[in-house]
């Protein structure tokens, strides 16, 4: 495809594009993301997530400069799961990392949910493998919040990187929802704050508590971002996390991981959208209707439902 031979080649409008086209669900997308598969691989893709307000784009911005310094190029996508619209309400997360969106080797993107959360993972990884094909070195893919739908945008990370405040208070319940699992790295930002060196201990000991025996121990770092301190201390405990990857075949291991998951996801969502288009409306109202008239159990309609798959299958 022409646009995907000129995304090759560099060209930003392109990328834009092509990147649109996939957000849109356009046809050829899924045509031009088959093409540039093969292109991707390269990018070491940071997740970076944490509650509303704690600095995530404020973090996002001074790790691009240092990234920048070392002449690496970088692509950002600010994925808000509130944020029924594409681009609106994301204006915040844009405005904190003014310092770096002029920059030839930056490109930024936000990403909303247009009001339906599903497909927000498989999205934010296409437009992952578009900035890879680009050539970008790194991607730092930011998301609000401690949800199942940010759980599953940063699992396309190679680190993850777990953004808290001082005083964790109620955030504690969050931290126990799982993002103590996800986290590669904890930073406890606003550091200039009372109650960090309190946060990190409270941090510590609970990854004490929550870790099994695993041979990476996530760093905890304080950090002022707004100042950019400890930005490059970040930095080099996203390197040496990477560099333990590729030492201990956890790399290996990840990629596999990633594309068992992203490829049980496409296939459901094929099969979803296969059933859907075959049986047209009015087919499930009437299995409603049928079910609640005791003339068929859902198991049993279920079977019924999708055997035009098994013909097909059959043929
Ligand atoms: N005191 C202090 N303020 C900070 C620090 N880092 C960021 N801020 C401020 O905190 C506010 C929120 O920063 P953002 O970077 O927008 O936070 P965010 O996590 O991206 O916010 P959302 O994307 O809305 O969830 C801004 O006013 C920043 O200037 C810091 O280290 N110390
Ligand atoms: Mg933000």
Redesign the pocket.
């Known amino acids: 495809m022409e646009i995907v031979s000129e995304l090759l080649s560099g060209d930003r409008r392109a990328l834009a594009r092509l990147i649109s086209m996939v957000e849109n669900l356009e046809p050829g997308a899924k045509k031009a993301l088959s093409e540039l598969y093969s292109y991707t691989g390269n990018a070491h893709v940071i997740g970076i997530t944490?509650?509303?307000?704690?600095?995530?784009?404020?973090?996002?911005?001074k790790l691009t400069l240092e990234l920048l310094d070392e002449g690496k190029s970088v692509g950002i996508i600010?994925v808000?799961p509130t944020s029924p619209f594409t681009g609106g309400a994301l204006l915040?997360?844009r405005v904190?990392m003014n310092e770096v969106s002029l920059d030839e080797d930056v490109f930024i993107r936000s990403m909303g949910t247009r009001g339906h959360l599903g497909g927000l993972a498989t999205k934010t990884r296409d437009v992952i493998k578009i900035l890879d094909a680009f050539g970008k070195d790194f991607i730092l893919v930011?998301t609000?919040g401690a949800g199942q739908s940010e759980v599953e945008v940063v699992k396309a990370a190679h680190t993850t990187i777990i953004?808290e405040v001082p005083g964790l208070g109620d955030d504690i319940q969050a931290i126990k929802a799982g993002i103590l699992e996800i986290g590669d790295i904890f930073i406890v930002?606003?550091?200039?704050?009372d109650g960090a060196d309190n946060t990190a201990r409270e941090l510590d000991t609970m990854l004490g508590m929550n870790q099994e025996e695993k041979d990476w121990e996530p760093p905890i770092l304080k950090?002022?971002?707004?100042?950019g301190?400890n930005i490059d201390e970040l930095n080099d405990a996203i390197s040496s996390h990477l560099s333990h990857l590729k030492e201990t075949g956890g790399f290996e291991e990840l990629k596999k991981k990633q594309i068992r998951d992203e490829f049980l996801d496409i296939v459901r969502e094929k099969i979803y959208s296969y059933t859907m288009e075959r049986t047209a409306e009015g087919k499930i109202d009437e299995i409603v209707e049928n079910v609640m008239n005791s003339e068929i159990d859902p198991y049993s309609a279920a079977e019924d439902f999708l055997e035009p798959l098994e013909e097909d299958r059959k043929d």
């Open positions: 944490g509650p509303p307000g704690s600095g995530k784009s404020t973090v996002v911005d600010a808000d915040g997360d904190r930011e609000v953004v930002n606003k550091a200039d704050r950090t002022v971002a707004k100042e301190k």
